[in-house]
């Protein structure tokens, strides 16, 4: 099942997502629906409610993962699980590290979830070069491997930037002003 908005804001709560996730959740959201909508615009077969569902409980598993120390990915991929969301639970096991995808194959909704995520620092849109900054500042230092860890993974990240804006009329750095007119609430679907 693809969730609706009110049940992912409804899931939200019973897996206390703590509120700065949630602004965090809701806004990678807001530049999901402005890619998913532009790739439709083009043409291409992908789904807008996917992809915003997978948005909004990419970080499900967040709050568990606080005392358990387990990734939060996984975790949540099994929270998907757990609620018959098997349409969405790749989408959020995949969304730090995408496995399974084709540059050169077809549009995928974990493509933008994870896209959009990385676009997001907090509840701020930022280039992608920012917020790897803050990840290398934040989990990077001192730990050897992890900081070229996370520089492999941008790369990624800016092959997947390439291949989302190929059939969009505008660039990465419209993102900002175009989902600042984005309404995510419970109740649009
Ligand atoms: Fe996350």
Known sequence: MI???????????????????????????????????????????????KTIAGSLLHDIGKTSSLNSGEDHAEIGRQICLQNNLEEIADMVGEHIRLKNYSLNGRYSEKEIVFYADKRVNHDKIVSLEERLAYLIERYGRNQEGLEDAIRMNFDLCKEVEKKLFTPLDFGPESLAPLAANEDIEPGVY
């Open 3 to 49: 969730p609706s908005i009110e049940t992912c804001f409804r899931l939200m709560d019973k897996y206390e997502m703590l509120k700065n996730i949630r602004a965090h959740s809701v806004m990678v959201a807001k530049v999901a629906r402005v890619i998913v909508k532009g790739l439709k615009d083009a043409g291409l077969d992908i789904s807008d409610k």
